[in-house]
C-alpha cells in the first residue's frame, strides 16, 4: 500500500497496462511533449516511445475516430480529451461509431478504447471548462462510462477500462489530480459496474460520485456528530449502475439522497431516483432528494462560482430536510 496522489495513481495504471500489453497506446493534445496538462501522462514517452504516446493535432474527432480504428485493428487506444467539454467536438464518433459498431456487425468486431476526459469545476475556468456531463453517456447504449473518486479507484478503473472490449469513458475530476490517498500494490483492478459502500448507515443513504464524495463524506460526519447514521455510496460505474447496491442500502435506510455536481436537470440523479421509484417505492419513508447544480452555465466570476457550487453544507441542508 502507497500513499499517492491520483493523477500518479492514473499514470501507474496506464505504465502498468502498457507494460502489459503492447496493443495499448495513448494519444492526444499536448501528452508526449507536455506529459499532460495535470502531469497524467509524465514520462510515458521516454518509456514507451513516440509511437506510443502521440501528440495530435487540435480536433477531437481526428483523435477519437483515429481510436475507433485502431481498436477495430486489434489495438487497445487511450484518447485524451483534454477536457470532457471537448467530446462534444466528436458526439458522432462517440454515440454512432464506438458505441455501435459491435452491435451492428452481429458482435463479429470490438472497440476496446478508453476516452479519458477530465472534467469538474475548478477555480475561473467557466463555462466551457468545467462541466459534467456524464448523464449525456448514460443515455448511450453501448458505453461504459466510469467515474473515481479518489486515487485506488483511479487506478483500478482505468486498468480495468484498458482491459475491457468495450468502449468505456473514464471521467476523472480536475480537483483529484493532487489529492493523495492510499493505493494497494499490485496488479490492483476495480471491477466495472460495482458500487462501493465507504460507510455504512442506518438512518440514510446518500449516493454519489467523483470530487462530490468528499463532499458527502464531510456531511455524513458532520451528520454524525449529531447522532444521524448515513450510509454513504460511492457509485464510481455510471453505466452500467450498481441497482442492487443502491435498492439495498435504501431498503435498509428508508432515506435517500443522491448528490452530484453536474446540473441536477437531466442528471444521473434523476435516473437514480427513477430506479428506485420503480423498483423499491416501498422501501421509503420519505421522499427522494437530489442535489445537484443550477440550471444554468458555470459562471466565471467569483461570487457566482461559488454560489453555483455543490458543497458539504450544500448536501447537509438537503439531508436536513428529507429527516
Known amino acids: 500500500m502507497r500513499n499517492i496522489t491520483f493523477s500518479q495513481a492514473t499514470l501507474e495504471a496506464m505504465e502498468e497496462e502498457m507494460n502489459r500489453d503492447p496493443s495499448v497506446f495513448v494519444i492526444g493534445e499536448d501528452i508526449a511533449r507536455q506529459g499532460g496538462i495535470f502531469g497524467q501522462f509524465s514520462g510515458l514517452p521516454e518509456k514507451f516511445g513516440y509511437d506510443r504516446v502521440k501528440d495530435t493535432p487540435i480536433s477531437e474527432t481526428a483523435i477519437t475516430g483515429a481510436c475507433v480504428g ?15 467539454d471537448f467530446i462534444g467536438v466528436c458526439m458522432d464518433e462517440v454515440f454512432n461509431q464506438m458505441a455501435k459498431i459491435h452491435y451492428m456487425f452481429g458482435g463479429q ?14 477555480n475561473q475556468a467557466a463555462a466551457q471548462h468545467s462541466q459534467c456531463i456524464e448523464a449525456w453517456f448514460m443515455h448511450i447504449p453501448g458505453v461504459k462510462v466510469v467515474i473515481p473518486s479518489n486515487a485506488a479507484d483511479a487506478k483500478g478503473l482505468l486498468k480495468s477500462a484498458i482491459r475491457d ?23 490492483h483492478l476495480v471491477e466495472i459496474g460495482k458500487a462501493r459502500i465507504d460507510r455504512e448507515g442506518k438512518d440514510l443513504t446518500i449516493v454519489s460520485w467523483s470530487m462530490t464524495m468528499l463532499h458527502a463524506a464531510k456531511a ?33 435506510t428508508g ?31 420519505a421522499p ?36
Open 220 to 252: 455524513a460526519d458532520r451528520l454524525a456528530s449529531e447522532g444521524i447514521s448515513v450510509e454513504l455510496i460511492d457509485l464510481r460505474t455510471i453505466s452500467p449502475l450498481d441497482k442492487e447496491a443502491i435498492l439495498s442500502s435504501v431498503a435498509k
Open 165 to 187: 472490449d468495450n468502449p468505456v469513458i473514464y471521467f476523472e475530476h480536475k480537483k483529484l489530480f493532487p489529492i493523495k490517498g492510499d493505493v494497494p500494490d499490485g496488479d
Open 70 to 84: 485502431a481498436a477495430l485493428a486489434g489495438m487497445r487506444p487511450v484518447a485524451d480529451m483534454h477536457f470532457a
Open 255 to 285: 432515506r435517500l439522497c443522491i448528490a452530484h455536481e453536474a446540473v441536477k436537470q437531466g442528471g444521473v440523479g434523476g435516473e437514480i431516483a427513477a430506479l428506485v421509484a420503480e423498483e423499491g417505492l416501498d422501501y421509503l419513508d
Open 109 to 122: 468486431k470490438t472497440v476496446p478504447m478508453v476516452l479519458r476526459a477530465p472534467d469538474g469545476l475548478v
Open 288 to 323: 427522494i432528494v437530489r442535489v445537484g447544480a443550477p440550471f444554468c452555465p458555470v459562471p466565471f466570476a467569483r461570487t457566482l462560482e461559488q454560489a453555483y457550487r455543490v458543497t458539504d453544507e450544500t448536501i447537509y441542508n438537503a439531508v436536513k430536510k428529507i429527516l
